[in-house]
T-cell receptor
Framework: DGGITQSPKYLFRKEGQNVTLSCEQNLNHDAMYWYRQDPGQGLRLIYYSQIVNDFQKGDIAEGYSVSREKKESFPLTVTSAQKNPTAFYLC????????????????FGEGSRLTVL | AQKITQTQPGMFVQEKEAVTLDCTYDTSDQSYGLFWYKQPSSGEMIFLIYQGSYDEQNATEGRYSLNFQKARKSANLVISASQLGDSAMYFCAMREPYTGRRALTFGSGTRLQVQP
């Protein structure tokens, strides 16, 4: 089935360590996104990519990095520079910019829960 | 900048009754899209319904309908005949304009609890 796969589902990290969250999609979508969700709050945009080999900072990019070497993959690295990384991370994808036949709906993965010990 | 406001942190509804979840938005763009997503305790985000700014009729999807009042900049979600499985967080979101980054801006959410 087509969809977005995030791994791992749960991740524990010691302070000072970098961790990478995986996001893979087989929907043939051009655009991909990473959001962060803190308890009881909405989603905030970390990074987004509208095309392979290009990505842009979102609203809370500090302490995070991404790459987009393949259309299907958009991994997120949470670096030691991120002061409060404990959160729920959601990856999403959508069809291309300029497509007037769709709503711009985002399709989400099941999320990765990161806890810093 | 766009902004989405959901003023109800939590709502209770009796099973089989209808409930309205409020959403107001702020944008200077003429073309925009409004979405509602459901997030169960498992964490996944489930798309429910979409309303385009130029759509003249309110969107409906099964038991979900969107009460779109453009002049008031509100896009309330109405769930009819509530079911126990409707208990979840509900998020209103707005699509940023085509000339921008095309991401969605989310509100803070409303936690709905359906009581038997």
């Amino acid at each position: 089935d087509g969809g977005i796969t995030q791994s791992p589902k749960y991740l524990f990290r010691k302070e000072g360590q970098n961790v990478t969250l995986s996001c893979e999609q087989n929907l043939n979508h051009d655009a991909m996104y990473w959001y962060r969700q803190d308890p009881g709050q909405g989603l905030r945009l970390i990074y987004y990519s509208q095309i392979v080999n290009d990505f842009q900072k979102g609203d809370i990019a500090e302490g995070y990095s991404v790459s987009r070497e393949k259309k299907e993959s958009f991994p997120l690295t949470v670096t030691s520079a991120q002061k409060n990384p404990t959160a729920f991370y959601l990856c999403a994808s959508s069809t291309a910019l300029g497509s007037t036949t769709n709503t711009g709906e985002l399709f989400f993965g099941e999320g990765s829960r990161l806890t810093v010990l | 900048a766009q902004k989405i406001t959901q003023t109800q942190p939590g709502m209770f509804v009796q099973e089989k009754e209808a409930v309205t979840l409020d959403c107001t938005y702020d944008t200077s763009d003429q073309s925009y899209g409004l979405f509602w997503y459901k997030q169960p305790s498992s964490g996944e985000m489930i798309f429910l319904i979409y309303q385009g700014s130029y759509d003249e009729q309110n969107a409906t999807e099964g038991r979900y309908s969107l009460n779109f009042q453009k002049a008031r900049k509100s896009a309330n979600l109405v769930i009819s005949a509530s079911q126990l499985g409707d208990s979840a967080m509900y998020f209103c979101a707005m699509r940023e304009p085509y000339t921008g980054r095309r991401a969605l801006t989310f509100g803070s959410g409303t936690r709905l609890q359906v009581q038997p």
